[in-house]
């Protein structure tokens, strides 16, 4: 499904060498957790895939069953089925979270030649999916994300995923800053989602959310590579000795 090959990406702006040379493939049906100290270029990985300005491809390849992303622009690349849930979702303020979603929701299936939602369905839809991820009715009436708490912002990313129906769900540190409670809300909303047929790119820096999200493969990034990758424990690993002891023994 996704397909990333050697992937070199530098600022636009300055010189400097951001991913150095990613490889990952992420298979339909499964779930890949992206641990790695801080700066080692994740959220530039997820950035990269989503179609964010100020990056430059310098080298190698990302497809999504086999269609170039890279080449695309970020609407192409949702209605292509990839979706990423921010690590600092945006406020928007003058923008009602309903509109947002449903015109979200309407652009991706006119971009795929769908037939639109009607109203009705739309509000059924989505007030049953806000209820399970315990998102209060009058949050979906507000400007997306204004005066959110972080906890909100955050299961708010997971209903905007809800509502999208990806092929490919990148997750950029969406339990960082949520209690436990919250977090389990989120790893609930993801386990609902899992499916044959969609796959996810899980970026944690916690162990925890990985107990509640089994995923099938880990990976350790490190100065802009992944440099390590292995079931489970290894996130155990992690959580039990940092990363130190991985780094060593790679370099
Ligand atoms: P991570 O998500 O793993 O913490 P990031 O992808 O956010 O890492 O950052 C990787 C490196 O690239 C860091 O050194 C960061 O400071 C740098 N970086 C990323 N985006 C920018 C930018 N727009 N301007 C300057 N430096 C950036
Ligand atoms: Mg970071
Ligand atoms: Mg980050």
């Known amino acids: 499904m996704l397909n990333i090959k050697n992937l070199q990406v530098k600022l636009e702006e300055e010189d400097k060498q951001i991913l150095k040379g990613v490889d990952l493939s992420v298979k339909a049906g499964t779930v890949h957790a992206i641990m790695g100290p801080n700066g080692s270029g994740k959220s530039t990985l997820s950035y990269v ?19 170039d992303l890279l080449e695309m622009e ?3 690349r949702a209605a292509a089925g990839l979706f990423l849930a921010f690590q600092y979702p945006v406020e928007i303020p003058g923008v009602g979270n309903m509109t947002f979603l449903r015109t979200a929701v309407n652009a991706q299936r006119k ?3 769908e037939e639109e939602m009607s109203a009705a369905e739309f509000l059924k839809v989505v007030r049953a999916k806000a209820k399970e991820l315990q998102i209060d009715a009058e949050m979906l009436k507000r400007p997306v994300n204004v005066g959110f708490s972080g906890g909100e912002k955050k299961r ?7 509502m999208l129906e990806p092929k490919m769900c990148i997750l950029d540190e969406t339990d960082s800053g949520l ?5 389990k809300l989120v ?5 609902k989602l899992r499916s044959e047929g969609r796959g996810f790119l899980v970026i944690t820096h916690y162990q925890r959310l990985l107990d509640h999200i089994k995923p099938d493969v880990v990976h ?4 802009g590579r992944i440099v390590k990758s292995g079931g489970p424990q290894l996130a155990l690993e992690v959580e039990n000795n940092g990363y130190a002891d991985i780094l060593n023994e790679v370099a």
Do not use: C, F, K, W
């Not at 708010?156 to 809800?162: K, V």
């Not at 790893?187 to 386990?191: E, R, S, T």
């Open 187 to 191: 790893a609930d909303g993801v386990n």
């Open 74 to 76: 970020p609407e192409e």
């Open 156 to 162: 708010n990313e997971i209903l905007q995923m809800a």
């Open 111 to 113: 971009a795929r030649g």
């Open 179 to 183: 209690d436990v409670d919250a977090m």
């Open 220 to 223: 350790i990034m490190a100065d």
């Open 49 to 67: 895939l989503s179609g964010r300005e100020g990056y430059e491809v310098t080298g190698g390849s990302a497809t999504l069953d086999g269609v």
